[in-house]
């Protein structure tokens, strides 16, 4: 079957079984391999990608469920090779060490910023629960998340 | 690596279509897909010859007041529960319970027709849909029928539902002055499969304080979720103080059978049910 969808802005067709994942037709039918397996059923977090805003493992979504629809990853983060405000603070805080969870970290952060709500550790740890991470403990990419949501809300 | 099966999937538009192919049998519906494609790893059960795609079919959407009664479309998500104006408003309950069910990713996905359909023993929602007298309505090409929640989980990840028929729709009555609790108790923060979901609803007597209509409802303690009725015969016109909940507690350990995988698990959640409904008779006689 063939589907029409949006990634990362850009119109893309692709032709593949309608109960692949998501994550398999970003990967290698389109060769974005900013997105990560970990786990394979939905509880680590490393495939999360934003469908339609909403972040969601790509692992657990098959392609005929994203036919018209549009689809973010962390490679449609950074415009023209500048790191968005997220990806900044990442960087800033040390919120990422080996990387295997960031792009997902990545995606759920952008969620939460772009829903408006207040910044507060609680609510970033919830944002975040459905994403795991074995080397930082946390802490910092909380501070993140919180440094580039307080950017957007007082900006410059 | 890919899912081990990928099989064929058909993406109806219209309920019509959905009912005729589900009539041609091989079928199984996938909705939010967060216990489906799991299964699809191939590690539990058997693989599904075909999938019918439900995601398009907009008239199990919505949630809407009818007359007496919350009216709630199976493709309901977790996170739309969490939002809508009228669960908090009719069901807060429910929302509350919603907000356990795994993380943002999940919640964004998974839907209260497939919690209903998948009949997991740990099922979340379903002790609050058995604690509040909730009807579950299923539909095929060969009529629509409304199946009372107490009779809808009939054995482990059994239903009434016949393999032809899709989750429609959830029917609550509204009752007014009832009170619904629900409590989980889980091994993580988030992502937890329960180790007990309890359910307690009751409307309050107001001149003696005592109990009414009271139904308690628990998953993980059987091998389906149940209706606790002997606890509840205790509770029926009592008043929530500490000789009740001594009673209650007894009849609970007395009547439920968790499931018994490692046997310190079984005595495990027994301990934690009766722990749980203790503490809750308590909160609500100190108010
Ligand atoms: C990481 C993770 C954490 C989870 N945490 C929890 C938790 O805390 N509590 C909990 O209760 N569950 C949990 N789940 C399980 C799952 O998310 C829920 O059961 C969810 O409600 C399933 O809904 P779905 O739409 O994704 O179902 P699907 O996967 O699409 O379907 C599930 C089953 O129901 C059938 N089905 C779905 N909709 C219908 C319908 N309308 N009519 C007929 N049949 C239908 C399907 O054929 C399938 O057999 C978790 C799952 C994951 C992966
Ligand atoms: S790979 Fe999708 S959640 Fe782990
Ligand atoms: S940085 Fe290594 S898993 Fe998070």
Redesign the pocket.
């Known amino acids: 079957m063939s589907y029409r969808l949006q990634v990362n802005g850009e119109p893309v067709e692709v032709d593949a079984p309608g109960m692949r994942r998501l994550l398999d037709v970003l990967r290698e039918e389109l060769g974005l391999t900013g997105t990560k397996e970990g786990c394979g059923?939905?509880?680590c977090g490393a495939c999360s990608v934003l469908l339609d805003g909403a972040v969601v493992d790509a692992c657990?979504v098959p392609i005929c469920q994203v036919d018209g629809r549009a689809v973010t990853t962390v490679e449609g983060l950074a415009r023209e090779g500048v790191l968005n405000a997220l990806q900044a603070a990442f960087l800033e805080t040390g919120g990422a060490q080996c990387g295997i969870c960031t792009p997902g970290m990545l995606m759920a952060g952008e969620a939460f910023i772009a829903s408006g709500a207040a910044p507060e550790e609680d609510a970033i740890r919830e944002a975040i629960a459905?994403n795991l991470c074995r080397c930082t403990g946390y802490t910092k990419i909380i501070d993140a998340i919180a440094l580039a949501a307080e950017r957007r809300r007082v900006p410059g | 690596m890919p899912n081990a099966v990928e099989p064929p999937v058909a993406s109806p538009s219209s309920l019509q279509d959905a009912y005729a192919l589900l009539a041609k049998g091989g079928y199984?519906?996938?909705?939010?897909?967060?216990?489906?494609?799991?299964?699809l790893t191939g590690e539990i059960g058997e693989p599904p010859e075909r999938v019918l795609d439900?995601s398009r079919l907009d008239r199990?959407r919505g949630i809407e007041r009818n007359a007496g009664w919350l009216v709630i479309g199976?493709?309901t998500t977790?996170t739309e529960l969490r939002r809508s104006p009228l669960i908090a408003e009719l069901l807060p309950a429910l929302a509350e319970a919603a907000a356990?069910?795994?993380a943002a990713q999940?919640q964004q996905?998974?839907?209260?027709?497939?919690?209903i359909?998948?009949a997991?023993p740990?099922?979340?929602?379903l002790p609050i849909l058995l604690a509040t007298d909730a009807r579950i309505v299923?539909g095929s090409g060969r009529q629509e029928r409304t199946i009372p929640a107490t009779e809808f989980w009939i054995g482990y990840r059994t239903t009434a539902?016949a393999d032809d028929?899709?989750?429609?729709r959830v029917e609550v009555p509204l009752v007014s002055d009832r009170r619904v609790r629900f409590r989980k108790i889980?091994t993580r923060r988030a992502?937890?499969?329960?180790k007990v979901v309890m359910a307690l609803s009751w409307s309050a007597d107001g001149r003696a304080g005592a109990w009414r209509n009271v139904r308690l409802a628990l998953g993980s303690v059987a091998e389906r979720p149940i209706r606790a009725w002997e606890t509840e015969a205790i509770l029926e016109g009592a008043r929530p103080d500490e000789e009740t909940a001594e009673r209650a507690v007894a009849a609970l350990a007395a009547e439920i059978h968790p499931i018994d995988d490692v046997r310190s698990t079984a005595e495990y959640r027994r301990a934690v049910a009766t722990r749980v409904l203790h503490r809750l008779i308590r909160e609500e006689g100190s108010r």
Do not use: C, F, H, W
């Not at chain 2, 199984?28 to 299964?39: C, E, K, Y």
């Not at chain 2, 996905?109 to 919690?115: D, I, K, Q």
């Not at chain 2, 028929?165 to 429609?168: I, K, P, S």
């Not at chain 2, 992502?191 to 329960?194: E, G, K, M, P």
């Open positions: 059923e939905g509880e657990l459905g | 199984r519906p996938i909705a939010g897909g967060t216990d489906l494609m799991v299964q439900i199990l199976a493709l977790y356990t069910i795994g999940i996905r998974g839907t209260l027709g497939g919690n359909a998948n997991s740990a099922g979340d929602t299923v539902r028929e899709l989750v429609l889980g992502q937890a499969i329960s």
